[in-house]
């Protein structure tokens, strides 16, 4: 028996089937007929491509079962390519076979429904252009992540998702069950990185992490994928620099392999191109609150974090991401050392996206000082005791060190230009929402 060789739809678009005969198999994307043809639209994973079935080109049968099949049943299609440019894409499969491998029932999405309702049925929205072209960049973006960390000689290490300490807080910590005691939910990577710079000196990692989030906003989800690096001997500079690499590397990745999906995203391929070629500049919190005083004219107060708002009206000053250091170390993490050339701050930074995308990386200098973060973490109500090992990093050959963390899905929202960071994941998890 010969096997079917199945092409895929996209090698249609590209014109190199024209006028030959193809197999193709997908799901029925649009569909209507009149009299004694059917206009079917056929997706794969490729494409989508028009198939014209007349009758008389196929058996009476066949032709009766895809003038039947609703959308989204899966089939499988033989016919030639014909270029025509009335059919999107300039190409027309007319059918001379029809095996129907399933007749779906009717699909519940149609069109018009509310976001609420698109994230009730996600598993079957999933197959929608939208959703299809962000997982495509997504999926872009998490191999460029892992490409530039290698290229540059850094190992992936792992670091424990149930963890007994906090990292960034105890008001986000999800508490888990673990036997006879409590512990959480990874808050990052990063502690456990700590230790592992010892031997391999340079590391990354990208997984999924927990903040349980009390707030409703476009930019939070209580689960998330994180991708960090932690090196030893780098200060302050040194990892925003590599930031501001990563980040543009990230995007030019996404300008090689997905233009078509920016387009069918509505983005400005443009605007993102320009923001790849140019550098990041690099401003001071000081500086910051500067700038929202004389060109906002806001009344805004030293020593408070950066609210959505405000980042907003910064951002209107750049066109490219930006990267905000020296925060005030009373709102810090505990691990985040004070700049000794201006100790109410501390040598940390964030690098907040243009357009209102906010914050998308945030990392720090790793303070060394075990006396200043014991006096911290007691201020907080933490147990001393769950941080000796990571003091004792402090007391075995201690070394300056840094990195950071970057949000996958504040990114993927900033390059594919969404309206809400739950479509930059497959299956979000929010305050509110934790179905299907
Ligand atoms: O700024 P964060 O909290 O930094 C850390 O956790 C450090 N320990 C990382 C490190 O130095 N290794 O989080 C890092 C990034 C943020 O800049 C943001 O992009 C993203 O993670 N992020 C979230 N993304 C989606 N939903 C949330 N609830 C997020 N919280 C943080
Ligand atoms: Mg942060």
Not at 109 to 134: C, G, M, Y
Request: charged share 30%; hydrophobic share 35%; aromatic share 10%.
């Amino acid at each position: 028996m010969v096997e079917t060789t199945w092409t895929k739809i996209d090698e249609v678009l590209s014109g190199k089937k024209t006028n030959q005969e193809v197999n193709i198999r997908g799901w029925i994307y649009r569909t209507r007929s009149s009299g004694s043809i059917v206009f079917t639209v056929i997706r794969d994973s490729s494409g989508v491509l028009q198939a014209t079935i007349k009758k008389g080109n196929l058996p009476d049968k066949e032709f009766e079962d895809a003038k039947k099949a609703l959308i989204e049943s899966s089939v499988e299609l033989t016919g030639t390519v014909k270029e025509d440019n009335r059919a999107p894409g300039g190409f027309e499969l007319q059918v001379t076979k029809v095996n129907i491998i399933h007749f779906a029932e009717p699909f519940p999405i149609a069109k018009d429904h509310s976001p609420e309702f698109l994230l009730d049925n996600r598993h079957l929205w999933l197959r929608s252009q939208k959703l299809t072209s962000v997982l495509k960049i997504r999926s872009t973006i998490v191999g460029a992540i892992h490409k530039f960390f290698r290229d540059r000689g850094y190992y992936e290490f792992e670091a424990p998702v149930l963890q007994p300490n906090q990292c960034e807080g105890g008001s986000t910590l999800f508490e888990v069950k673990y036997y006879d005691n409590k512990i959480y939910l990874s808050q990052s990577w990063q502690l456990y990185a700590e230790a592992g710079i010892f031997s391999l000196e340079k590391i990354y990692n990208m997984g999924p992490t927990f903040r349980a989030e009390r707030s409703k906003t476009s930019r939070h989800l209580s689960e998330f994928w994180m991708a960090e690096m932690e090196a030893a001997w780098m200060n302050l500079h040194d990892v925003t620099e590599v930031a501001k690499d990563e980040v543009r590397f990230i995007l030019k990745e996404v300008l090689k392999h997905n233009k078509k999906e920016l387009t069918i995203l509505g983005q400005d391929i443009k605007k993102l191109e320009k923001i790849s070629e140019k550098k990041f500049p690099t401003i001071t919190y000081t500086e910051a609150l500067d700038i929202l005083r004389e060109k906002e004219k806001m009344d805004v107060t030293w020593g408070k974090d950066l609210r959505t708002n405000e980042e907003e009206r910064l951002m209107k000053h750049f066109d490219t991401p930006v990267v905000v250091t020296n925060y005030p170390v009373e709102i810090m993490a505990f691990y985040k050392p004070r700049d000794p050339k201006d100790p109410k701050t501390a040598l940390c930074f964030d690098m907040i996206a243009p357009e209102g995308y906010g914050e998308i990386v945030g990392g720090s200098e790793r303070s060394l000082d075990i006396e200043d973060m014991t006096k911290r973490l007691k201020a907080m109500g933490e147990k001393i005791e769950n941080y000796e090992w990571y003091f004792d990093l402090r007391r075995y050959g201690s070394v300056p060190h840094s990195g950071y963390g970057l949000g996958v899905e504040r990114v993927v929202a900033w390059i594919c230009g969404l309206d809400n960071i739950k479509d930059a994941i497959p299956f979000p998890r929010t305050l509110l929402r934790f179905r299907p």
